[in-house]
Nanobody, 131 residues
Framework: QVQLVESGGALVQTGGSLKISCAASGFSLAYYTVAWFRQLPNLEREAVSCIEKNGANADYAGSVKGRFAISRDNGRHMAYLQMNSLKPEDTALYFC????????????????????????WGRGTQVTVSS
């Protein structure tokens, strides 16, 4: 079965850190770009980060740049999002997806997804940051 399953979401305090994971099954993660998205409490969705197939290039939304780090392990069919210096406004349902390419930097910078071409989407893991 082709699927992505996220894990690692939790309740953390402001300023804390958390690493969430994305496990791919039923297909080879190596063939796709991986991105993390989040759905905010107001149901708005935004792109958070994206990493190219070989892991050499990664990009981030302006709201998380310098605090979050995306990574992947193609051999283990896994992707990760390390989140540091968490803020209450980072509270969201985080989900991963695989697609054709990362959105252009100007698009991703504002949380846009244009150009990603999502193929498989996970269901998400909840991250809640308490103030």
């Amino acid at each position: 079965q082709v699927q992505l399953v996220e894990s690692g979401g939790a309740l953390v305090q402001t300023g804390g850190s958390l690493k969430i994971s994305c496990a791919a099954s039923g297909f080879s993660l190596a063939y796709y770009t991986v991105a993390w998205f989040r759905q905010l409490p107001n149901l708005e969705r935004e792109a958070v980060s994206c990493i190219e197939k070989n892991g050499a290039n990664a990009d981030y939304a302006g709201s998380v740049k310098g605090r979050f780090a995306i990574s992947r392990d193609n051999g283990r069919h896994m992707a990760y999002l390390q989140m540091n210096s968490l803020k209450p406004e980072d509270t969201a349902l985080y989900f991963c997806a695989v697609g054709e390419r990362c959105p252009p930097p100007a698009v991703l910078r504002v949380g846009g997804v244009r150009g990603f071409g999502g193929r498989v989407w996970g269901r998400g893991t909840q991250v809640t940051v308490s103030s």
